[in-house]
């Protein structure tokens, strides 16, 4: 009976392993990592906007948008961007990266009437450093240059204002 018992508990753990390996695989389940990492730098070359590079916005918790013109959900979350970067609680905290293109993304920015900072990553070298798995996806840096969180999920102007707060 003892064996049986410890023969079920082996197998239940086995399958909970297995299962966290899978979320792991996916993506779904992300490894605890409280330490926070430096931001890389961004590219010399702006797309659009004023020049900035992350030392400028030293002090100051910031987001860096990273999105595509094919990408539906970083159409949606478009208008949001750009309202939040108007917002006092935005101004000058906003910076944009055309990930992986190709597309139109003059039009793009026109369209949502995107004024803030927007880079350009047509080969991914910025996404893979910044570890970018999903569009559309925001990174949070901290008033130290530090990656404070990444969501890749559709944002609003609350959330972008609420995690801005949190790294502050």
Not at 9 to 28: P, W
Not at 64 to 78: K, L, P
Not at 103 to 120: M, T
């Amino acid at each position: 009976m003892l064996q049986r018992a410890l023969s079920h508990r082996l197998a239940l753990r086995a399958a909970l392993a297995a299962l966290a390996l899978a979320l792991l695989a996916y993506g779904l389940l992300k490894p605890a990592n409280t330490a926070r990492r430096k931001a890389p730098a961004l590219p010399a070359h702006v797309l659009a906007g004023s020049p900035i590079n992350l030392a400028q916005l030293h002090g100051h918790a910031a987001a860096v948008v990273f999105f595509a013109t094919w990408c539906d959900d970083c159409h949606r979350e478009a208008a949001a961007v750009a309202r939040f970067a108007r917002s006092p609680a935005g101004r000058g905290r906003v910076i944009a990266v055309d990930y992986s293109d190709g597309g139109n993304w003059r039009s793009f920015v026109h369209d949502y009437d995107w004024s803030f900072p927007v880079f350009g990553d047509r080969n991914g070298t910025l996404g893979a450093a910044f570890r970018i798995e999903a569009l559309p996806t925001t990174v949070i840096i901290d008033p130290k240059g530090r990656i404070a969180q990444t969501s890749a999920s559709v944002q609003t102007v609350a959330s972008l204002a609420s995690e801005l707060r949190a790294a502050a």
